[in-house]
């Protein structure tokens, strides 16, 4: 069996029962980074043998886990916050699993896109999350799609190029166009500033912070 299972984004309180269960019940937790996982383990007093499993692994470590599966093991999947497959290779495992007939069990929790659009106020029953924007190809391209658009877009975006995807967004969807950017989501600096693509830039320009950001427009 192979557990899908969501951890915090933030706030180590924010993890469910089911999921406490099934990671004490694992032979093997899986997870992207084992000194991170270790504080969250660490902290519900559980012990279990760790493998690292993250973007670089490579097929090797697949199929070292896929080796336990079939021998039976009971293996848990976590990332370093969240839910695994959003914005990290759990996907490649889950379907190398599938295609061995492993049973696959998600274990649902926390998770940083769901967080920040219900907090947005934004329209939030059509949406589409395009988790983080191209860095270079295909980025313009990207946004010029998104002139138009009659839906909700999430977007992830890292402190270090936060100020240049609201410059791109202001010169491609206006000055003027409303988002809503989540920060520190869960934790003790948790923060949304609402406003226009150019009164968010000239805020977060002002005000270093530090993070990681979630973009609603």
């Known amino acids: 069996m192979l557990s899908i299972v969501s951890t915090p984004i933030g706030n180590l309180e924010d993890i469910t ?16 980074d084992t000194r991170t996982s270790g504080v969250l383990l660490s902290h519900y007093e559980i012990s279990k043998p760790l493998i690292s ?7 090797v470590k697949v199929e070292k886990i896929i ?3 079939q021998e039976g093991k009971h293996v848990a999947l976590i990332s370093d916050a969240g839910t695994p497959g959003i914005s990290d ?3 490649i495992l889950v379907k190398r699993a599938i295609e061995e007939n492993v049973t ?4 649902p929790g926390a998770s940083a896109v769901l967080s ?13 999350f395009l988790g983080f924007l191209p860095v270079k190809k295909g980025r313009e391209t990207l946004f010029k799609s998104l002139q138009n658009k009659d839906y909700t877009v999430v ?3 890292s402190v ?13 969807l206006g000055p003027d166009h409303r988002i809503v950017v989540a920060r520190e989501l869960t934790k003790k600096f948790e923060e949304f500033k609402h406003g226009t693509v150019k009164e968010c830039r000239e805020y977060y320009e002002k005000n270093v912070c530090k993070g990681e950001f979630v973009v609603i427009f």
Not at 17 to 32: G, K, N, P, Q, Y
């Open 17 to 32: 029962l089911r999921a406490l269960r099934t990671l004490r019940e694992a032979d093997v937790i899986a997870c992207e």
């Open 53 to 59: 499993f993250h973007a670089h692994s490579g097929d």
């Open 67 to 69: 080796i336990l599966l």
């Open 89 to 91: 290779p759990a996907y």
């Open 104 to 107: 696959i069990v998600p274990i």
């Open 116 to 128: 920040a659009l219900v907090g947005s106020g934004m329209h939030m029953h059509d949406f589409r």
């Open 155 to 157: 977007i992830y975006e």
């Open 160 to 172: 270090h190029r936060i100020i240049r995807t609201l410059s791109d967004m202001e010169k491609y």
